[in-house]
């Protein structure tokens, strides 16, 4: 604590903060076990696997979050999660600041969501002493994905990205910048490809009882 300011509220905050700190230390070891204790949990123990969740991720209990192991993350108090959200296999959220998934958000595999910043000049980035002490001084930014988003595998979102209501990340992105709403990025960095429309719409109760290939209005035309 320097100027009675808590590390963990600068943390959580943006501000730059001591990551060798005691408590940052202390709640970092405590995530990480609770990470590790939900992802040892055998999937036939459903029940005792979804209580670890909602350990790790308090945020997640009662409204029927899903996650697939192996997942990772830093502190899971941070992640905040709305209805219905879906974490595909081996995802990684790097919770030093908040991560926000609204309602109804689907996280494909291999998915990357990371809050931490360092400083890009090398002396201020590394371990140095100062006038209270040795600190290791970084900072991070608040990801926030809005309803209805999907993610889709292997995409990689940087910390202070806001991705829009509807749209969809390509697999492989790399996304840099927020993401306006009904809109597909894709690209590393990744770029808005086009907009989500009625012409993507694949008529999917219709296509189901005829049995058919689901092909969009785009397609056909």
């Not at 076990?33 to 939900?38: L, T, V």
């Not at 890009?120 to 209805?148: M, Q, T, V, W």
């Not at 806001?162 to 590393?188: H, Q």
Request: proline share 5%.
């Amino acid at each position: 604590m320097y100027n009675n300011i808590n590390e963990w509220d600068r943390m959580v905050e943006g501000k730059l903060y001591n990551s060798s700190s005691e408590d940052i230390a202390k709640r970092h070891d405590e995530g990480m076990y609770r990470c590790e204790r939900f992802n040892k949990i055998s999937v036939r123990r459903a029940k005792a696997k979804q209580r670890a969740l909602e350990k790790l991720i308090p945020s997640a209990v009662e409204n029927g979050l899903s996650v697939f192991a192996p997942f990772y993350c830093e502190y899971g108090v941070n992640i905040h999660v709305g209805e219905g959200c879906f974490v595909n296999y081996s995802c990684i959220f790097l919770d030093v600041a908040p991560i926000t998934l609204g309602n109804g958000v689907w996280i494909g595999a291999n998915v990357t969501l990371a809050t931490p910043n360092h400083p890009f000049i090398s002396e201020e980035r590394l371990p140095a002493d100062y006038l209270d002490g040795n600190h290791n001084l970084e900072y991070a930014s608040p990801i926030r994905i809005k309803d209805r988003c999907w993610i889709c595998s292997s995409a990689t979102i940087c910390g202070g990205v806001t991705i829009g209501e509807n749209s969809i990340v390509a697999a492989g992105a790399v996304v840099t910048r927020d993401v306006p709403p009904n809109s597909i990025v894709a690209g590393a960095p990744a770029k808005v490809i086009r907009e989500i429309d009625e012409e993507d719409r694949i008529d999917v109760w219709e296509t189901y009882v005829k049995n058919d290939v689901p092909i969009s209005k785009r397609k056909k035309g």
